[in-house]
Structure formats: C-alpha cells, structure tokens
C-alpha cells in the first residue's frame, strides 16, 4: 500500500504513463481515419463504375435488345477493365430487364485495412455500390406530372380514362400513391412509370404501371417565358354575337359566355390576374395561338356546353405551346375542364405550378373525348387529375401538326436516366 500510495504521489511518472495511453489512443484513431478515409474513396469509385457499366449496357440494351446473347456480359467487362486493381473479393450482381427496359448492378467488394487490423478491428471492410440505369422508352412523352412528394400525381377516378397508347405517362411524385386509378377508370397508354408507386387495381392500367423509376427533369424549364406589355383590354366579357379578337394582354381575364363566337386571332394572348373563361353555349377557335397565364387567377376554365377548338403558335416565343403558366406563381392554380365539347387542344400545355383537370359529367359532341381532334397534345403540370366520365386524348401524330414540338420534348425519346 505504501508503495502504492508512493506511486500515486509520482506526477512525473503520472505524466508519463497518460501520455503514453494517449499516445496509443491517437495512434490508433490516426490509423482508423486514415483507414476510413481509404474505405469511403473506394466506395466512391465503386459507385463510380457501377453507374458507368449500367449506363453503358443500357445503350447496349437500347441498341441491340436483351434477347441478344450475353449482353450482360458488356456489364461485367466494364466492370473488370475500370475496377480498381487494389479491391478485394470484388462481386457482381447484373439484372437486364427488356420488360422494364432496366440494367440493375449491384457492386460488393472489400477494403483492406492498415491500422484498423493492429487494434482488433478486422483486417477489411466491405462496401457495396447499386446502380439502375432505366430507358425512357422510345415512346414520346405524353404526360409528366412535376409534383415530387404528393399522393396522386396523376390520378384518375370514377369512370374516367386517359387514351394515349403512341406515347408515355410519367409521374415524378415519389409516394408509394404517386399514380393512382380508382373505379372503373382507366390509364391506357404506351407505357406508364412512377417514381414512387401507383394504386389502384390491375384493370385500371393498360399496361401496369413500372414502378420507382427514374425522375423525369422538366424538358421546359430553360424556355423563356413571353413579354407581357400593357393591357388590351381589361375585365371583357363576350356573351353574345361574332367577335374577333387581337393577340395581346387581356388584363383581370377574359370571358366568353352566352351564345358568343369568337375567333382568336394567330399570336401570343396573356391572361393577366384572372382567368380565360368559356362558358354556356358559347364557341371559341383559334389557330396559331397561344395562351400566357400570369398573376392571381390565371387559369383556364372551360365549363358548361363550351364548343372549343384550338390549335397552338407555329413561331414565336410560344412556338409549340398552346398553354403555359408563369412558372414562378405561387398561387398553386387548378385549370379545369368540364365542358364535353372541349375536341381540340392541339400543341403543349405547359403548367409547372398548377393542375389540370378534366372532370367532364356529361357526353357531348365527341362523346367527351377531350382534345381527341388534335394532331397532338402534350402535358406537363404539376399535377394532372380525371374524374367523371372523362375521356382525355392524347395522339402523337406531330407530322399532321404545323405546330412544332418542343425540341427539349422530342429529345426525351429513349432518353437513358441513371437511378441510384
């Protein structure tokens, strides 16, 4: 005891035993950074390779089909010829898809270690990288539903139907209800893909929905948005007689109701801080034209027994487009069909902060077939929404059309997107 207490007493040789441990300590929490540092580098350039051999057995895929003999095998050479030298135990899992027109890798392999073996820590370490390269199909894009997050993206309800078997539905929402199809209503198209999931039973979709694909960049989001320049005219109602009416900024919205007939006439039209609104038996036309939606209350609304028919600019700014929403409003709007004689809306309807909604209760002229008379029609809103008995159409015959497709927009087809 004496000897112990002595010793305790000692401050220098106290000194010198702590620093010792801490000198051990600090050895070996050095050794494990640089340890960890070498694992999360190899993890890298694992992850690295692997969505670089899905990319390029994709294009493989995209080129040749998956019935061709071992294109798998383009994976595995990619792999052994850009692996780095130093991995150990190096594995990998390849799965070619020609149905889901998918190339799944997964990447295992393990790390030797330096330091972390001296302190009983294992002489490796495992990593492991997955990659999903997804072709977008050769089919054009019909509808892409911006919305990230929501419940219903794109939904369909009642005895409602989207008819677009030459092109392809995506849905960016990422819930596990990203795409839903409720009743008897039915999704028909080319192919449909959710980021998330989609609900709803096997006879709501023709074919089912692919699901967790790869998000979809909005082709549009460089386009610069047309000039608003002073108003036209403010507050105009139309509820009777033939009108003609100039291109130009129609201020607090424009409504066209009653018996009304009107023909736009070819150039760019801002509705401004209220809505363009169709209503009662009225009737409106235009070719070469588009729509520019700004402000509070800018939206479509095409209600009652409406008979409208338009086609979208040839040139110009809106060259392509038919509608198209100021994409920095924050007022979340709702452009709402209802009217079953609404046969033509031919172009791009472009409404990145906004839904739309087709919710036709009654048959009409063309048997509430929406659009149906149009060369083509493409949609890109936040969200798209069917309900009643609507039938929304949506061909893909852009040779028909002088209306030009977006370049950004024709493009996508068979677009190759990397998903993690």
């Known amino acids: 005891m004496r000897f112990l207490d002595k010793f305790i007493k000692n401050q220098s040789g106290n000194v010198a035993l702590v620093f010792a441990l801490a000198a051990v300590s600090l050895a070996a929490l050095a050794g494990g950074a640089v340890d960890y540092t070498k694992s999360v580098s190899a993890h890298a350039s694992l992850q690295s390779v692997a969505d670089a051999a899905a990319l390029a057995t994709a294009r493989e895929l995209q080129l040749s089909g998956a019935k061709r003999g071992g294109i798998d095998e383009v994976a595995r050479q990619y792999i052994k010829a850009n ?47 997955r990659a ?34 030459g092109c392809s539905l995506y849905s960016n929402s990422t819930s596990a209800k990203g795409i839903t199809s409720w009743g008897t209503s039915e999704l028909n198209t080319g192919l449909t893909c959710s980021a998330g999931g989609a609900a709803g039973g096997g006879g709501n979709y023709k074919p089912l929905p692919l699901t967790d694909c790869p998000a979809v960049a909005d082709p549009l989001k460089d386009r610069p ?12 109602v139309y509820s009777s007689g033939y009108h003609l009416l100039l291109p ?6 424009l409504t066209i109701t009653g018996t009304a007939k009107v023909l736009f006439l070819p150039g760019e039209y801002v509705i401004k801080d209220g809505r363009l609104e169709i209503s009662g038996n009225a009737i409106a036309a235009g070719i070469d034209v588009g729509f520019f939606f ?19 600019r040839n040139s110009g700014t809106m060259a392509g487009f038919l509608f ?12 709402e069909i209802t009217s079953p004689n609404v046969l033509k809306l031919e172009g791009t309807i472009y409404l990145p ?22 060369a083509y029609t493409v ?16 061909n893909t015959d852009y040779a028909a059309s002088n209306v030009p497709l977006p370049d950004s927009i024709s493009s996508m087809s068979g677009t190759i997107a990397l998903n993690r």
């Open 83 to 129: 692996a780095d030298k130093n991995l150990q135990h190096l594995n990998s899992r390849i799965n070619v898809s020609e149905k889901k027109a998918t190339v799944d890798i997964i990447l295992t392999a393990e790390v030797p270690t330096s330091f972390m073996s001296l302190v009983g820590l294992g002489s490796k370490q495992s990593i492991k990288a």
């Open 132 to 165: 999903q390269a997804r072709i977008l199909g050769g089919l054009p894009l019909c509808v892409l539903a911006l919305d990230t997050g929501v419940s219903g993206a794109i939904s369909s309800a009642d005895q409602a139907k989207l008819t677009a078997t």
């Open 225 to 236: 948005e047309p000039v608003v320049n002073s108003c036209r005219k403010t507050g105009k």
């Open 248 to 253: 130009g900024t129609y201020c607090k919205g």
């Open 294 to 312: 700004q402000g509070p209350n800018a939206h479509v609304k095409f209600n009652d027994k409406a008979h409208i028919g338009l086609i979208g």
């Open 324 to 335: 198209y929403e100021d994409r920095n409003t924050t007022y979340n709007h709702i452009h």
């Open 353 to 374: 902060q906004g839904e739309f909604k087709v919710a036709v209760a009654s048959s009409g002229t063309g048997l509430g077939k929406i659009a149906g008379e149009s």
């Open 379 to 394: 949609i890109i809103a936040k969200k798209l929404t069917l309900s009643g008995i609507s039938n929304l159409v949506l």
